[in-house]
């Protein structure tokens, strides 16, 4: 294994490597996976959405208060299950209790708050107003998909009589990533424009000759320790990394979801998601049925987005988190399976023996199996 990777620098935050996990939410990044990756030396992200969805939900009252216990308790276990490590949330702008969950972000102690599906233009007023005396407030990553949407947020929160800077951003590919993906086009998807190799350096050297001092996050596809090296040698700092860890015993699914990945035989599609944007996922008969129109009453609705494609009868023709909880917990063909476009090489590590995200991270780092 070649040298060190080096480590990566978010605000006042400092990690041994520069992997950071990627938030996957309803209950798949909880503090379990969170802290592995904090104690092997990254950043640990908590997925924060729809966190309540493990706890039984039966309207929309109950729904936003599990949210809020259960991620109060997986921030504060990440904490102490990391020796106050780098633990951090990932948030989503277009989820109804977007501003609640940063309130209990910041008031419980995380270090850094990762934002995306929008743009988070509100993320440093809502910081700002649950400041809690004694704690520092958290480092803010944007999550983007182009030069132009980084730059807007640089713009709108520069104007604010506090301004304030991201910390970091995460450039995630369309291409490769998976869960929901940062365009509104489908047909964008696979455009080399929208590739790493094509963004990261036009983001990069956009920041420097605007003397920004940002480092850039790659997100997407990447893999090994040859997919990080080459991420740093095209001008990202980091890597956040999702899928690799999908199947890990730390990740919060079922073991019926793991299964269900790593002996995948179906296409890797595009899904028109409720939210508005499309995502990645497993072919499953569930997306098969919904491509043909069919409509899914999965459960009460509990309010979980601003605008969702499915209450008002467009887009798509179910309830995503209800659909998102069925496959998690276990009933596969009754769901969307996001995953990202290497998932079928999960069970490479499943046949090589790896089954903690200890051991990918250490792989990764070229620390000790
Ligand atoms: C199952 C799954 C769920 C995800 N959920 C979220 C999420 O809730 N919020 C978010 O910002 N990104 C989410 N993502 C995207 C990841 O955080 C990450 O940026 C992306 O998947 C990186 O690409 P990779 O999976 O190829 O490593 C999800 C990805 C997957 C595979």
Known sequence: ??????????????????????????????????????????????????????????????????????????????????????????????ATDYENSVRVAVENGAKFIVSGAGLPLSLPDYVEKYRVSGIPLPELIPIVSSVRAAEIIIKKWGKRPNPILPAAFVIETPNAAGGHLGVTNIDDIGKDEFSLESVIPKLVETLENSGYDIPVIAAGGIWDRGDVEKMLKIGAKGVQ??????????CGASQAFK??????????????????????????????????GER??????????????????????????????NVHRGDVENGILFTGSNSNRLKEDEAAGIASAGQIMRELTGAKL
């Open 259 to 292: 299964d269900r990945h790593l002996h995948n035989t179906d296409p890797i599609v595009i899904i028109k998601s409720p939210v508005g944007m499309p995502g990645r996922a497993i072919e499953n008969d569930f997306v098969r049925r919904t491509n043909l």
């Open 241 to 250: 990394m999702a899928t690799r860890f999908l199947t890990t015993n730390e």
């Open 296 to 325: 899914f009453n999965l459960g009460p609705c509990v309010g979980c987005l601003r605008g969702c494609g499915y209450r008002e009868n467009k887009l798509a023709g179910y309830c995503i988190i209800r659909a998102l909880d």
């Open 1 to 94: 294994m070649s040298e060190k990777l080096p480590s990566l620098r978010i605000g006042n935050l400092e990690s041994d490597n520069p992997i950071v996990l990627g938030g996957m939410s309803s209950g798949l990044t909880k503090s379990e996976l969170a802290a592995e990756i904090a104690n092997n030396g990254g950043y640990g992200t908590i997925g924060g959405v729809g966190l309540g969805m493990s706890l039984d939900i039966r309207n929309r009252d109950d729904y936003f208060q599990a949210n809020e216990s259960v991620l109060k308790y997986e921030i504060q276990s990440a904490l102490e299950a990391s020796n106050n490590g780098n633990i951090g949330v990932n948030l989503m702008v277009a």
